[in-house]
């Protein structure tokens, strides 16, 4: 079991070095961004804060609003906060990535950067230690007030892009992109890897302590 939870520890750790790259991806395309990314962008400028500190905030609050309606998380949950958010801010540190200038180079790097994305989702959901903390919420919404998860995703994404709109994260052609397309970008990537996410059940802190506590007895 220890070399089980080595290996999904692995498949985390990756997934998020590369879903680190596709959200780099679509900062520098300069276009406009993804709900989310309006909000900690907006956080960023505002506070004075670098956007992976901004993105550790959010995800931060996501999953303690998610406690609150009474949904689980699991270690990956706590990674995911922690670990992308240096990742992010690795890479924009190291400016490796050009800012884009024009549209269609804009275009082409945001799409690119939300294919690698959702590879990178792919394999930090594979891991299977805990969904990430605004998929946590979006769940306890739907489970709080009756609703279907893609109608409480697109409400709460609304208010996310009003709010970081208001803190001046920026809004474009790209945040349109994203907002329609990114779902179904998922939902493709998916089938053609042949992942069911729906049927993959994340593993929650307490369910991996109890599982180590297990091995070594």
Known sequence: MIRSYCSRLLWLVAGMVVSAVGITLTLQANIGLEPWSVLQQGLSQTLGITYGTASMIVGAAAIGA??????????????????????????????????MTTLPSGILMLLIGLEILALGTWMYMKSALGSGPRDALMVALARK?????????????????????????????????????????FNLNFHMLHFRAAELHQESAAETLRHLRGQGR
Not at 68 to 97: H, K, M, Q, R
Not at 148 to 174: K, M, N, P, Y
Request: charged letters at 10%; proline letters at 1%.
């Open 66 to 99: 998610a406690v609150l309606f009474g949904e689980s998380f699991g270690f990956g949950t706590i990674l995911n906060i922690l670990l992308c958010a240096v990742f992010i801010d690795t890479l924009l540190w190291l400016d490796w990535i050009p800012l």
């Open 145 to 185: 007030t009756g609703r279907s998860v893609g109608l409480c995703r697109a409400t709460v994404e609304i208010f996310v892009i009003l709010a970081g709109w208001l803190l001046g994260g920026q809004v474009g052609i790209g945040t349109v992109i994203s907002a329609v397309g990114l779902g179904t970008l």
